[in-house]
C-alpha cells in the first residue's frame, strides 16, 4: 500500500476522522470492532481488497 495502514479493533463505534475533509472516515484506518462490522467476522484477505479500493491520494507516504 502506498502509506501506513491501520487495523483496530478497539475503537468500537469511534471513527478516525480524514485529515483531508473531517466529515470522512479516515482511508488509511479499518475499524474490526463487532459493533462495526454487525457481529460478522473478516478475513484478513477480505481487509486488503477493501484497502485496495480507498483513496490514498494526498496523504503521507509510507515511513521507512
Known amino acids: 500500500f502506498p502509506v501506513t495502514i491501520h487495523i483496530h479493533g478497539h475503537l468500537h463505534d469511534c471513527v478516525v476522522s480524514d485529515p483531508r475533509n473531517p ?9 474490526v470492532c463487532v459493533e462495526q462490522l454487525n457481529y460478522t467476522p473478516i478475513a484478513f484477505e477480505e481487509l486488503k481488497k ?4 480507498r483513496d ?9
Open 56 to 64: 490514498f491520494l494526498g496523504l503521507p507516504k509510507v515511513r521507512s
Open 23 to 31: 466529515d470522512n472516515a479516515d482511508p488509511r484506518y479499518f475499524n
Open 50 to 53: 477493501q484497502f485496495a479500493l
